[in-house]
């Protein structure tokens, strides 16, 4: 089917309830209230890197970056930005998404401890499966880890 095509042409993924794409679209439309919130900026979507940002800035900062935007089925990996097409076709709206950034920059400070609380700078973020290859030691080109959890999962550096 054309769309499923132009899906994994565009994201690398396959439409599945899996990935964050089914079910963000699942809560807007079966949840009470969901759309209308995230219609008025009221509902946010993002994922564990995103809330813990969040969290440790005090909702100042809402980000992502592309490793993890990448497995949301939302994000272009070819444009590297949401996919307005997917987005429009599962009547998502943009702005309840994280802003997508790199993996290695400053994104703020933490707020712990509130107003005069300590103020450290997040400075990094990456995925789980993404960040356990180099937690492996796959620092070269073409070495390579395999994981056995939840899923079976292969990864290699690139260069």
């Known amino acids: 089917n054309r769309w499923e095509d132009y899906i994994k ?6 439409v599945d309830a899996y990935f964050s794409g089914t079910k963000i679209k699942s809560i807007l439309d079966n949840v009470e209230g969901a759309r209308e919130k995230a219609d008025r900026g009221e509902l946010l979507f993002g994922t564990v890197d995103t809330w813990l ?3 440790l ?27 307005d097409k997917i987005l429009e076709e599962l009547n998502i709206p943009k702005s309840m998404l994280p802003e997508v950034r790199n993996c290695s920059e400053v994104y703020g400070d933490t707020n712990l401890g509130g107003k005069g609380g300590v103020r450290v700078p997040i400075a990094g973020m990456a995925g ?6 180099f937690g492996q030691t796959c620092f070269e080109k073409r070495e390579a880890k395999n994981t056995y ?3 079976c ?3 290699m550096n690139t260069g």
């Not at 935007?69 to 070819?78: E, W």
Request: no cysteine; proline share 0%; glycine share 8%.
């Open 53 to 55: 940002v969040w969290k």
């Open 153 to 155: 999962i292969l990864l």
């Open 9 to 14: 042409k565009n994201t690398g993924l396959v």
């Open 57 to 83: 800035t005090n909702g100042k900062v809402h980000v992502t970056d592309y490793t993890n935007a990448s497995r949301t089925m939302l994000y272009n990996i070819k444009e590297l930005k949401w996919d």
């Open 128 to 133: 789980d499966q993404q960040a356990a290859l």
């Open 149 to 151: 959890g939840t899923g």
